[in-house]
């Protein structure tokens, strides 16, 4: 019998290490970070200081909170890694930072980014279909960015290629306010992994 869920100490933000075109992201950034810094949970996230990744994390130093950085050798020139947070770990591959996030997380948002943010989202999603984990997963959707992932993903379920619980696991998030609400509850327990199960 799993254990009853406990607030949620650890979150792991996926954001690009651009800051886009749009002032509007960074500003959310910064907003995520202070909320972060306020509610006293810990930044987990890709350990550089450029683009939203550095603002978030910036942000929640600022507000006297925690921050862990893992980020791959080969990344640390051109994302510069980040010294000034409280903790930064360099990692021998990007396989190797995504799984230490992961281990030291205990739920995930994604903002604004790249293919490297969509990568990260979709794995964490399919780990959580695979039972390798049971934290809550969400994108922080403020502007509409996560529109065209979100309907492809409600268009998959009409295809037939996802079960609605599935698609589920995807909490949309439209505001800062509204993180806490969607990802406010860990599961203390270890999940077992389930490997034996139909994907779709």
Known sequence: MSAAPTRI???????????????????VAREVGA??????????YG????GLMGIVADAVMAGGGEVLGVIPVGLF???????????????????ERKARMAAEAEGFLALPGG?????????????????????PVGVLNTDGFWDPILQFLDGAVAAGFMRPANRALLREITTVDGI?????????????????????
């Open 35 to 44: 909320l972060l810094a306020a509610e006293g949970i810990r930044l987990v």
């Open 47 to 50: 350990g550089g200081n450029v």
């Open 77 to 95: 020139e051109t994302e510069q890694g980040h010294r000034g947070i409280t903790e930064l770990i360099e990692v021998g591959s990007m396989h």
């Open 180 to 200: 806490l609400g969607a990802l406010g509850a860990a599961t203390a327990a270890p999940v077992t992994p389930n490997l034996d199960i139909d994907q779709s």
């Open 115 to 135: 293919l490297g943010t969509l990568e990260e989202l979709a794995e964490i999603l399919t780990w959580a279909q695979l039972g390798i984990h049971a934290h």
């Open 9 to 27: 100490r650890s979150l792991c933000v996926y954001c690009g290490s651009s800051t886009g075109r749009d002032p509007a992201h960074a500003e």
